[in-house]
């Protein structure tokens, strides 16, 4: 079973519509993130939570809000999808204490297109 | 200048052939760096950290040169399944920032 896990994988979308992209994770970490890739880029951040009462803007934050409901869960809302926010979403989490300096864990990925 | 930079690529090589990338980063107090493997559409993974000067795991081997500010990555023996974009990372206060990646092909 996967550790980070995704849903949905793939969502196409209109503008103007209201989106969420979940992720839940069974590895017991505190610390979970929302990134965002286009094409030929890197990863960029979106938003970032190192315990459930704490949440972070990324470099790319405008757009998009996240809910930490649960240490195991963190989920990113779209409130009104733009076109230019097609994009691969990943999640990842992360443990400090396990003294390894910032690894991190990705999920699988969510596609998200909208038209 | 980006935090992370990495060499534009793409790389294409041989089977067998030895293919080095650099990453440079502009955070001189950066402690730890990784780099992660990229296959096309799929989730990143981890696939060597450096802490100190270097680490080398089979036909891998990252490089850490402080005075400089890069990291590199050497494989050898290049395999067709080696075919990637590999990400460096640097950690810092909890996040990560990642370069680019740089894409591999490797050709029978």
């Known amino acids: 079973d996967a550790d980070v896990t995704q849903t949905p994988r793939n969502r196409i979308t209109k503008t103007g519509k209201r989106i969420m992209l979940e992720c839940s994770q069974t590895?017991?970490?505190?610390?979970m993130y929302w990134y965002r890739q286009d094409p030929g880029l890197g990863l960029r951040l979106i938003y970032y939570?190192?315990?459930?009462?704490?949440?972070n803007k990324g470099e790319i934050s405008d757009g998009y809000s996240v809910s930490r409901q649960a240490q195991a869960k963190f989920s990113l809302s779209l409130e009104s999808a733009i076109p230019n926010q097609t994009a691969l979403y990943f999640c990842?989490?992360?443990?400090?204490?396990?003294?390894?300096?910032?690894?991190?864990?990705f999920g699988p990925g969510t596609r998200l297109t909208v038209l | 200048r980006k935090e992370v930079e990495q060499d534009p690529g793409p790389f294409n090589v041989p089977e067998g052939a030895t293919v080095a990338f650099n990453c440079t980063y502009s955070n001189s107090a950066s402690q730890s760096f990784f780099w992660y493997r990229q296959d096309c559409r799929k989730e990143p993974k981890l696939l060597m950290s450096v802490y100190s000067s270097g680490n080398e795991d089979g036909r891998f081997t990252a490089q850490l040169n402080r005075a400089s500010q890069y990291i590199s990555l050497l494989i050898r023996d290049s395999k067709l399944s080696d075919s990637a974009t590999y990400l460096c990372?640097?950690?810092?206060?909890?996040?990560?920032?990642f370069g680019d990646g740089t894409t591999l092909t490797v050709k029978p």
């Open positions: 590895k017991g970490h505190d610390r």
């Open positions: 990842a989490t992360s443990d400090l204490s396990s003294g390894r300096g910032g690894e991190q864990f």
């Open positions: 939570s190192f315990d459930v009462k704490d949440i």
């Open positions: 990372a640097l950690p810092n206060a909890g996040k990560s920032t």
